[in-house]
Nanobody, 123 residues
Framework: QVQLVESGGGLVQAGGSLRLSCAAS????????MGWFRQTPGKEREFVAT????????DYIDSVKGRFTISRDNAKNTMFLQMNSLKPEDTATYYC????????????????WGQGTQVTVSS
């Protein structure tokens, strides 16, 4: 079992930046992908970005490319999401998740989830 805890959310003005962190504990995540997803009230949870250990390979939803950067510090079992040039439409609860050994955007393939951290971008 993997435990994930997000932090770093908050309120920021449009154009600002936030850095989300996801601390992992429990079963090893070696070789697995980890990802960020987000959800707003009344909408389905959507994929934002994933990163694979060791290879450094990443995948992003088009709307955040060039603005968000996902990374991992394997020594500290922590994943990050650096969010720059934030827009009001980025407002959501952001969740980190641990997934399989292959790249996927399918939420059902991610078995462990954090509790979420709120990001609010004001216009």
């Amino acid at each position: 079992q993997v435990q994930l805890v997000e932090s770093g959310g908050g309120l920021v003005q449009a154009g600002g930046s936030l850095r989300l962190s996801c601390a992992a504990s429990g079963r090893t995540l070696s070789g697995r992908i980890m990802g960020w997803f987000r959800q707003t009230p009344g909408k389905e949870r959507e994929f934002v970005a994933t990163v694979k250990e060791n290879s450094g390979m990443t995948d992003y939803i088009d709307s955040v490319k060039g603005r968000f950067t996902i990374s991992r510090d394997n020594a500290k079992n922590t994943m990050f999401l650096q969010m720059n040039s934030l827009k009001p439409e980025d407002t959501a609860t952001y969740y980190c998740a641990a997934g399989p050994w292959y790249f996927t955007r399918d939420l059902s393939q991610f078995g462990s989830w954090g509790q979420g951290t709120q990001v609010t971008v004001s216009s």
